[in-house]
Structure formats: structure tokens, C-alpha cells
């Protein structure tokens, strides 16, 4: 090799500008569970740490841009934070901006946003996180990411998966929807690019020339070649900075710096980049394991679940009904916690161990009892606060809304016409004597004031005479003096043991209650009314006359079964429901059709059966026998052997609501397979618009790909995805695609959605597949994403246009129910917060101040009014931005947090 590059006018060419980023990417569980791989990352701090301490040349290690792995190890190692600290505020280890590495398209966007506030939090201990938005093996990008870092503070992030093949540069400008910028690093080769870099100076400079023609035309003259020295679990090489050294005299052709991600990107430029708007969700150049959406569907439930309970639910109610000083933080850290680990890209996508997704399953499982719990005591509140007695209906969403709800009245209460019984106690009085065993007994099975669903305690005394002692009980429908009956029991008990053969007269007084359906008339957004049954405008029919079709209607939606596939229109469009069960020889991360595919549309038989009759629900059952084949044999990869499978799908309609809600569940016993529901298009069409963080979405019907993952156009959508006039909202069914392709002169169309009810596999990775013939992991025989069990699916259907924002709070955001006994100073109605005109993504307390996070998903500019209330708009850190008082306009596709004074 020559000392120079040829020459250019006569001047030796520059040498090419090499960085070396060392660095590590762990995954915090994946093949193997958590604890183990803790064990290897205690290891590799424990020698970074020596390493950085004994070695000045060493300069800078990058802990892959997440704090988890710092409280994974100090967790382990405490008496090192300090060392940590120390190295961390000097430079030479980079921490952060994030907590965890995380999907984007499996979690919420507030999971993201607290990921990243909870990282930057964190980092703070250790001298400040790195400004960057790291991104180094997410599979893809959302939409609103740049606008997301934007609001952090950031300008550039770094990306491999999802770039699409328009991007032919190292780096490029990435735009979010509201026009919101960052320069995106693009690593061509991935994170991995100068993993095991050779100790020998003359091989280091050949691996460098090779990773410069690899890089080959994305780099233009004057760019820097970026090499990053590291990948999974790989620790720090101690003979990095000599090796580099040796490489810089010994050539010309290359001058290599060792030196951390931050001053790389400190030291380029941005002119001439190309630009790109929006998602990026490509396969052109890397795998972006399009199937990881429908792997391990109850995680996906999960997660939907969890996040629902705190965000929709926990957050908002104890922000605006309880004191300022009873904001629950350490508790809410503790749930969020649970959800931002389990955000990491190998847990939420279930790529993973079975040991792995049990854990995950916990962890959704924790923090979704915080938030229940956290919901219970935020409406205890709100009774104890109600001035006068009775029901009271909470509404935890910014909508005024009206809704269904199910509440116990006494059976000689009103509105009778507008609501529909679902159970009746017809009331118990009277008096009974007992012996002092059968009270004991009694006693002993008594959980509190409670004695049924419908029934409680309200009210307890004790007396005593010279004939006995006298326990008189008053019973109703709602939970009132659980400590009083507490208090009565220890009494009753003392004076049994002071007279142990006395006679216990009990006198019980039960009013008659009825457990009802009706719709509540209008609550006010973040308000709060007394429990008015509303007039129903469209109430529920359901039609069984035993010859024609069953029929659920309601004046706004017809539902019609057809007793032989056992699909049903709505509104006359036909082949809803039709359930295609066909085979899946893939993995964890991509969906692949075994070469003999055999499709089962059609059951052996359907039973229909009419249940709730009306008028404020109606419902029917549609009983389906299958035939499914039991599993893929490998050797042929063909379908073979069959199962028997029972499926029963009940369609719901409710009054004055145009959304038909669907419920699938069935015990799956096969194997290697994908259950999908087909769903027709009142109109063909080539596009869906579906829900991602902060904003929606527009998709075609193809994927870009290539011969190591081919282009499967399988989306995520988040709540909701609407396409040809219909909208479908569920519960965790994250994977949809555009099917039934019809070629018109106009292009092709879509006449079908087709949504992902299970898909079924047993191997981590697999080797020779269709759709991605390399691994993209170990090849590990799994049992659990098989699904073998119990599966349910929920979805919604609505062919009217609604709003799918309010079709979604419609389905997922229930109104509450509150039962409280008066004596409060809360009026009848009201309303604790008022924001119109945008979407509302959080509610919660900050520094004691409340805080509100709202987007507008719309292409136009909007007025957000706040209801006079006045405060600051703040970035993601807390720091001011904007005033604003009463009202604010907000940018097309735009996201602002706002604090209240």
C-alpha cells in the first residue's frame, strides 16, 4: 500500500476522516433472561471501569445510549456509582438520552416520551445524558420521532433499520409531520460495522479500507467514515487507542480518532443532505422484522392494557381529583418503570426466551394493578367529595361524552324505559336468632362490608340485653362502612368469648336493587355528573324470529348473521367476521408461508344464538366449528394432521352508537399458523390511515423490501386504522394489512382489511424461511409463542365516518362509575379541567404544577382552548417555551406540553 491517495491537481488526496465510537449494544433479555445477562453485563462494567481508570488513552466508551444498563449494574455493584459518576461527568463514559432502548411502534407515545424524560432524569446523576437521540436497532421509526427529540432539545439522531432506499447518504435530514427536524446519522452497515476491530495496525487499516467500500458510494468526498466499535454484549477492547495510533503512522490514506458518538456528530455538517418525511419502515437495505407486531398477540394486549390503565385512567383521575400534596409519584414511577423496561425492542416484540415473555407478562400484569388501584382510590375520592348522595358518573377523557354504563339502582327508581335489567336482589328483612358457633362462622367469611357484587354492609350496630345481644345490619348496593363492620366484628367477637352461650338475635333490613344497563346523558370532558339515564334516541333490537337471519339494529347500524359461514354484514355490506386460518412456518420476527399452504375459510358448522336482547345492548353469540390442521411438518413444510376448534365470535351493538364491537375468543390446540379476520371495504381503496404516536399515519399497499426480507405489507396501528370508509378500533391487535387486491385502470385496490388475531410459531429465528432466508437471532425452539390456550380478540367496526379518535375513547376509555353517601362539597356536575380543540395524551402532576401533553393530528392548524386557565408551554425537559392564557394555537401535526400555573 502506497503512502497517498492518487493525486488531485497535482495535491495528494485528503486522508479519509475515520471515527471509532466504542461501544456496546445490550439487550437486556432476550435469548436469555434477564438475570443472566446481568451476570455478563456485571462483567463488562467491572473491566470498563479498570480499563477507563488505568488507560488515559482509552478515551471514551458509549453505554448504548440507555440508563437501565447503569441501574442494572449499580443494582449489582453499588459501591461503584461513585467510579461511575466520576467517569461519567468526566466524558469518558457517554450515558443516555434514553432509559430504555425501545420499539416505537409496539408501545404509546407517552411510553416513549417517559422513556426518554426518565433517561435524561436519570443521566443527570451522572453528569447529563448524550444529546442525541440514539436509535441504533429499533425496527423502524414512528412519524413524530424527530418532532419528539426536537422537543428534548436534540438536533441529530442516529438510525439503522427502516431507511428507506431513497436515502444514498451517511446521513440525511428527517422531518416529522409538523415539519419538526433532525440531521439522522444513518449507519449503513448497522451499529455492528467495527465490532472485534483487530489488534494488528496493517489489519486494522485493511478492515477500515474494507468498511469504507462497503460504505462505498453513500460516502461523498470530505464525509467522514463513522465506525462504530461494538455490538451485542461485546466489551471494551483494550488495545483500542494503540492499535489506532500505530494505524495513523504507519499510512496516510486514513487518519482514524478514537473519540465518543457526541463530538463525531459535533463535527459534520448538514448542507446538501437529502431529506425525508415521516415513518421509516423500510426493508430496502436492513431487516426490519415486519412480523414482531403479531408475535406473542397477549403481550401486545398487554401492553394496551397497562398503558391504557395509567394514562386513561390512573393519571388524569388522581391529578384532577386529588390534592396537589396525595399525587401518588413514587407509585406511578414505580408502574412506569415496569412498562418503559418492558418497552425494550426484544420484551414488548417477544422475540425472545418463554422465560423472557413470562416476565414480561408480570411486569404488564404490576403495573396494571398499580393503575387500578391507583383509579379505585382516585374514585373513593370523588364520592367522599360529592355534596349530595347517589351514583355519580366520572368521565376520565377530555370528549364530552355520553356512554354506557352499568350501575345498581333500587327497583322502585325511575327511568325504567331507558335502561335494561342485567340481575335483581328482591330485597331481604327480618330477623333470625343464632348460637354463638354459627356467628363465628358467619364472621369468619365476612371480607369487610362486602357480601356479594351487589351487596354490602351500609351500616352496622350492636346491643345487648339480658336476653341476648342484639346485631342489627343494614344492606345496600354500595361499599359505605368497612371499617364500621370492622369495628362491630371485634366487638361481637369480645362479647361472644364474655358470654359464650348467649343467643345473637341478627335483624337485617335489604332494600330490593337492580343491576341495570342505560346510557348516560352527556359528561362534560375531565367532569363529572349525576347518574341521569338518557333518553335512547336508537335503542337496541335484536330480531330472532327462529327463520330469517338474527338481526341486531339500532336505527344508526344493522347487524345481520349469516347462519351458514357464520359472517354478518353491516349495513348490507357483506363477509364480515370470516376468520382465514392458514400456515405460518416463520419465527418471532417475520411471518413466512410454508411452501404447501393450506387456508381453512369456511367452519363445518355455525349455531347462532340471540343474547342480550335490548334496548341498551343487544347481543348474539355466533357458535363456529373449524377443522383447523394441528402443525407445519418441517420435512415437507406442509400442513398436517387437523384439530377441532371452537370459536365463538359474539357481536355487540349498544344504543345511539354507530360502533359494531366484535368479541373472538377460542382455545387454539394447532400449531404454526396465523388466524387473521377478514373485514371488506365498503369501497376498494389504496390506502390506510392508521393511528401511530401522536398522529396517524398513511400507508399503501406495498412494502419496500428485498431478497433478505421481502417487503410484507403487515402495518402497526396503534388504537385504530381506517381504510375504504371503515374504521376498525381494538384492543392490542396491532397488525393489520390491505387485501382482496383488485387491478383497476386507476391501480390496484384494496376491496379488504385483514386483521391479526394470532399468529403462532415455535422458533426464535429460523434459518431459510420465504419471506427472510438469514436468522435474525439464535435458532431456539420456543413453546410459548405458539399460543397454545385461551385467545381472545376485541375490535370494534364503524362504516359511518366517526371520528375514530372518539371511537376509539368510545370502546377503550369507559366511563366511571362512583357511589358515594353525600356530605361533600362537590356540586352534582362539573368539569376539573377543560381542553378543546386537540387531542389530550396526558394528564398528571409535575413539581406539583398540573400538566397536560396534547397533539393535533390534523393537517391544519388549531385553537386549543384551556378554559382561562393560564401557565407555560414546556419542552420535554420542563423548560419554558411559551406562555399562554385561556387559549393557544397549535401547529398542523404539531405536540405541546403544557403547565398550569
Same mark, same amino acid.
Given at each position: ?71 442494572? #449494574? *449499580?443494582?449489582?455493584?453499588?459501591? =461503584?456509582?461513585?467510579? %461511575?459518576?466520576?467517569? !461519567?461527568? &468526566?466524558?469518558?463514559?457517554? $450515558? /443516555? ?88 446519522? #444513518? *449507519?449503513?452497515?448497522?451499529?455492528? =460495522?467495527?465490532?472485534? %476491530?483487530?489488534?494488528? !495496525?496493517? &489489519?486494522?487499516?485493511?478492515? $477500515? /479500507? ?99 390503565? %395509567?394514562?386513561?385512567? !390512573? ?587
Amino acid at each position: 500500500m502506497t503512502d497517498h491517495r492518487p493525486p488531485v491537481d497535482g495535491r495528494p488526496e485528503p486522508a479519509l476522516q475515520v471515527a471509532v465510537v466504542p461501544h456496546t449494544h445490550w439487550d437486556r433479555e432476550w435469548y436469555e433472561p434477564f438475570q443472566a445477562f446481568r451476570l455478563r453485563l456485571v462483567r463488562l462494567v467491572d473491566d470498563l471501569l479498570a480499563l477507563l481508570e488505568r488507560d488515559p488513552g482509552y478515551r471514551t466508551f458509549l453505554l448504548d445510549g440507555q440508563l437501565a444498563v447503569v441501574d442494572d #449494574y *449499580l443494582e449489582v455493584r453499588p459501591e =461503584n456509582e461513585g467510579r %461511575l459518576r466520576a467517569l !461519567a461527568a &468526566a466524558g469518558r463514559i457517554t $450515558v /443516555g438520552p434514553w432509559y430504555i432502548l425501545m420499539d416505537e411502534f409496539l408501545v404509546s407515545g407517552e411510553t416513549i416520551v417517559r422513556d426518554l424524560q426518565m433517561g435524561i432524569r436519570r443521566a443527570a446523576e451522572f453528569g447529563g445524558a448524550m444529546e442525541v437521540g440514539y436509535l441504533p436497532d429499533m425496527f423502524g421509526h414512528v412519524a413524530q420521532m424527530p418532532q419528539l427529540l426536537a422537543l428534548a432539545g436534540m438536533t441529530h439522531a442516529v438510525v439503522w433499520r427502516g431507511v428507506p432506499s431513497a436515502i444514498d447518504r451517511t446521513a440525511f435530514l428527517w422531518r416529522a409531520p409538523d415539519g419538526s427536524q433532525v440531521r439522522a446519522e #444513518y *449507519l449503513v452497515s448497522g451499529y455492528g =460495522n467495527g465490532a472485534s %476491530l483487530p489488534d494488528d !495496525a496493517k &489489519a486494522l487499516i485493511r478492515r $477500515v /479500507g474494507s468498511l469504507a467500500e462497503e460504505t462505498g458510494s453513500f460516502l461523498r468526498p470530505g464525509d467522514p467514515l463513522l465506525v462504530m466499535n461494538g455490538t451485542d454484549h461485546q466489551g471494551p477492547q483494550p488495545w483500542l487507542g494503540r492499535v489506532v495510533s500505530e494505524a495513523n503512522q504507519v499510512q496516510s490514506h486514513y487518519e482514524l480518532s478514537v473519540m465518543s458518538l457526541p463530538d463525531y456528530l459535533a463535527g459534520v455538517g448538514s448542507d446538501g443532505l437529502p431529506e425525508w418525511t415521516g415513518e421509516l419502515r423500510s426493508g430496502w437495505r436492513a431487516n426490519l422484522l415486519m412480523g414482531v407486531g403479531s408475535n406473542r398477540v397477549d403481550v401486545k394486549q398487554a401492553a394496551a392494557g397497562a398503558e391504557r390503565s %395509567l394514562e386513561r385512567v !390512573a393519571e388524569p383521575l388522581s391529578a384532577l381529583f386529588l390534592p396537589p400534596a396525595a399525587w401518588p409519584a413514587r407509585v406511578l414511577d414505580l408502574a412506569w418503570a415496569l412498562v418503559v423496561r418492558n418497552a425494550a425492542h426484544d420484551s414488548i416484540c417477544a422475540c425472545s426466551a418463554d422465560d423472557v415473555t413470562r416476565t414480561v407478562l408480570d411486569r404488564y400484569a404490576e403495573a396494571r394493578q398499580i393503575g387500578e388501584a391507583l383509579a379505585d382510590q382516585a374514585r373513593r375520592a370523588i364520592a367522599v367529595s360529592m355534596a349530595a348522595p347517589g351514583t355519580t358518573i366520572v368521565n376520565p377523557t377530555a370528549s364530552t361524552r355520553s356512554g354506557m354504563v352499568e350501575v345498581v339502582v333500587a327497583v322502585e327508581g325511575g327511568a325504567e324505559a331507558h335502561t335494561q335489567a342485567l340481575s335483581e336482589h328482591t330485597g331481604m328483612a327480618g330477623s333470625f336468632t343464632v348460637r354463638t358457633p354459627a356467628v363465628a362462622s358467619l364472621l369468619g367469611v365476612m371480607q369487610g362490608d362486602r357480601i356479594d357484587d351487589d351487596t354490602f354492609v351500609t351500616e352496622a350496630e350492636l346491643s345487648e340485653d339480658e336476653t341476648g345481644i342484639v346485631l342489627r345490619v343494614e344492606l345496600g348496593s354500595h361499599s359505605r362502612a368497612a371499617g364500621r363492620v370492622e369495628e362491630v366484628k371485634r366487638e361481637l367477637y369480645s362479647r361472644l368469648v364474655a358470654r359464650p352461650d348467649a343467643e345473637v338475635r341478627i335483624t337485617v333490613d335489604h332494600p330490593a336493587v337492580r343491576r341495570v344497563l342505560a346510557r348516560q346523558a352527556a359528561v362534560p370532558g375531565f367532569g363529572w355528573s349525576s347518574f341521569a339515564p338518557a333518553r335512547l334516541e336508537h335503542p337496541v333490537r335484536v330480531l330472532d324470529d327462529g327463520e330469517s337471519p338474527v338481526t341486531l339494529s339500532n336505527g344508526l347500524v344493522t347487524v345481520v348473521v349469516d347462519a351458514g359461514d357464520g359472517t354478518f354484514s353491516v349495513d348490507g355490506h357483506a363477509g364480515f367476521g370470516r376468520l382465514v386460518d392458514g400456515g405460518d412456518h416463520g419465527d418471532t420476527y417475520n411471518y413466512s408461508p410454508p411452501a404447501h399452504d393450506r387456508e381453512i375459510t369456511t367452519p363445518e358448522s355455525v349455531r347462532v344464538a340471540a343474547g342480550e336482547p335490548g334496548p341498551v345492548r343487544g347481543t348474539v353469540a355466533i357458535h363456529s366449528r373449524y377443522r383447523w390442521p394441528e402443525r407445519i411438518d418441517d420435512s415437507r413444510s406442509a400442513r398436517t394432521g387437523t384439530r377441532q376448534v371452537e370459536v365463538t365470535t359474539t357481536v355487540e351493538l349498544q344504543a345511539d352508537e354507530p360502533l359494531v364491537r366484535v368479541h373472538t375468543r377460542f382455545d387454539n390446540p394447532c400449531r404454526d399458523h396465523r388466524v387473521r379476520v377478514r373485514l371488506p371495504l365498503p369501497r376498494p381503496s389504496a390506502t390506510s390511515v392508521a393511528e401511530c404516536a401522536f398522529t396517524t399515519v398513511e400507508r399503501g399497499l406495498t412494502a419496500e423490501g428485498r431478497t433478505d426480507e421481502l417487503g410484507t405489507p403487515t402495518f402497526p396501528s396503534r388504537r385504530f386504522v381506517s381504510a375504504g370508509g371503515l374504521t376498525v378500533v381494538h384492543d392490542g391487535l396491532v397488525e393489520y394489512e390491505l387485501t382482496g387486491t383488485d387491478a383497476t385502470p386507476e391501480g390496484d385496490l384494496a376491496t379488504e382489511l385483514s386483521l391479526t388475531l394470532l399468529r403462532a410459531t415455535g422458533m426464535l429465528s429460523r434459518l431459510g424461511m420465504a419471506t427472510r432466508p438469514l436468522p435474525a437471532g439464535p435458532l431456539l425452539p420456543l413453546e410459548g409463542p405458539q399460543m397454545i390456550g385461551p385467545v381472545e380478540a376485541r375490535y370494534g367496526l364503524c362504516l359511518d365516518g366517526t371520528d375514530p379518535y372518539r371511537l376509539a375513547e368510545a370502546m377503550l376509555d369507559p366511563l366511571q362509575v362512583v357511589v358515594g353517601f353525600g356530605g361533600g362539597e362537590r356540586p352534582a356536575s362539573g368539569s376539573a379541567l377543560r381542553v378543546t380543540g386537540a387531542e389530550v395524551s396526558s394528564v398528571r402532576r409535575e413539581a406539583g404544577a398540573l400538566e397536560v401533553r396534547i397533539f393535533n393530528p390534523s393537517d391544519r392548524p388549531v385553537v386549543v382552548d384551556v378554559g382561562g386557565r393560564r401557565g407555560w408551554e414546556v419542552d420535554l425537559r420542563g423548560r419554558p417555551l411559551l406562555p399562554f392564557e385561556g387559549r393557544l394555537e397549535l401547529r398542523a401535526r404539531g405536540i405541546a406540553t403544557l403547565r398550569f400555573a
